[in-house]
Nanobody, 116 residues
Framework: VQLVESGGGLVQAGGSLRLSCAVS????????LGWFRRAPGKQRELVAT????????NYADSVKDRFTISRDNVKNTMSLQMNNLKPEDTAVYYC??????????WGQGTLVTVSS
């Protein structure tokens, strides 16, 4: 499985960004897609996940009601709509695919910077 993120950038606090992840490879092995992030000096943390079949979602408390994760199984993409961004959302965002056997695939990451 290969993952390629796009859509990061610089935005002012209160603004919006949309991240996308193109998914390719052995798609039948994937059961969950997700976004993680790593802020400067901090450990990587979960942002949101979505099951590939049922579309069930899960969010970190810090992003609930601001971020929305979605997937398109026809186009083989996953997106993260981020609204009302805060400086503490500044991080490198990574696309993740959890595969059968609990194997993880990761994208290269895309930087999101939120200025105050």
């Amino acid at each position: 499985v290969q993952l390629v993120e796009s859509g990061g950038g610089l935005v002012q606090a209160g603004g919006s960004l949309r991240l996308s992840c193109a998914v390719s490879g052995s798609l039948f092995t994937i059961y969950t897609l997700g976004w993680f992030r790593r802020a400067p000096g901090k450990q990587r943390e979960l942002v949101a996940t979505i099951t590939r079949r049922g579309g069930n979602t899960n969010y970190a408390d810090s992003v609930k009601d601001r971020f929305t994760i979605s997937r398109d199984n026809v186009k083989n993409t996953m997106s993260l709509q981020m609204n009302n961004l805060k400086p503490e959302d500044t991080a490198v965002y990574y696309c993740n695919a959890r595969q059968l056997g609990n194997l993880d695939a990761w994208g290269q990451g895309t930087l999101v910077t939120v200025s105050s």
